[in-house]
């Protein structure tokens, strides 16, 4: 098993541009989660899904959109990038029944925007 | 006030010393604990996780938990070279949303 996966691994955008990150799991998990990590500040969550066809907002979702692809896939989408969205974005997910709070960790994304 | 605060360091300890990590809350719904581990440029992952008060014990790890006072450690004996990571505490009540603490980076020296 390959647990949780994400693409691409490094990112450099200019402002203004756009870029979709993925995040795959493959542990028929019914939670997914983003986060972005930035020196100083911890992780803090940007969205999440909770079960298959729905998303909700975390701390800090401005300038940030989720897709929910399929139980899956959970994707998270920047329109129009701006520096302070300079940052490592994880994606995560958990098994979401009961008191199944662990949640496992992709690798992360390092995304500069110039 | 943020709902977790955690000890900002840096920390460096010689190899063998006894190390505390420490963090409080202040939302009284949370009744899951955990640590995470993350090493450089990896994602974290969960270290040990407890949800009474009191000590849990795994290998030279020790997670304590003291609801009265609203705080978490971790002790890390014996500490080894391999142990430098950055620790997150983290936790959550009844919904599905961790809250994480900003992490303290532990270097340990040989």
Same mark, same amino acid.
């Given at each position: 098993? $390959?647990?949780?996966?994400? !693409?691409? #691994?490094?990112? =450099? ?7 979709? +990150? ?27 899904? $909770?079960?298959?066809?729905? !998303?909700? #907002?975390?701390? =800090? ?7 929910? +692809? ?22 995560a ?8 709070w662990e949640q496992f960790f ?9 | ?33 955990m640590w995470y581990r993350q ?5 974290p992952e969960l270290l040990m996780y ?38 997150l505490?983290a ?7 961790l ?12």
């Amino acid at each position: 098993n $390959a647990g949780v996966t994400q !693409t691409p #691994k490094f990112q =450099v955008l200019k402002t203004g541009q756009s870029m979709t +990150l993925q995040c795959a799991q493959d542990m028929n998990h019914n939670s997914m989660y983003w986060y972005r990590q930035d020196p100083g500040m911890g992780l803090r969550l940007i969205y999440y899904s $909770a079960s298959e066809g729905t !998303t909700d #907002k975390g701390e =800090v979702p401005n300038g940030y959109n989720v897709s929910r +692809l399929n139980k899956r896939e959970f994707s998270l989408r920047l329109e129009s990038a701006a520096p302070s969205q300079t940052s490592v974005y994880f994606c995560a997910s958990r098994e979401g029944t009961g008191a199944t709070w662990e949640q496992f960790f992709g690798p992360g994304t390092r995304l500069t925007v110039l | 006030q943020k709902e977790v605060e955690q000890d900002p360091g840096p920390l460096s300890v010689p190899e063998g010393a006894i190390v505390s990590l420490n963090c409080t809350y202040s939302n009284s719904a949370f009744q899951y604990f955990m640590w995470y581990r993350q090493y450089s440029r990896k994602g974290p992952e969960l270290l040990m996780y407890t949800y009474s008060s009191g000590n849990k014990e795994d290998g030279r790890f020790t997670a304590q938990v003291d609801k009265s006072s609203k705080y978490i450690s971790l002790f890390i004996r014996d500490s080894q070279p391999s142990d430098s990571a950055t620790y997150l505490c983290a936790m959550t009540g009844a919904n599905s949303k961790l809250t994480f603490g900003k992490g303290i980076t532990l270097s340990v020296r040989p």
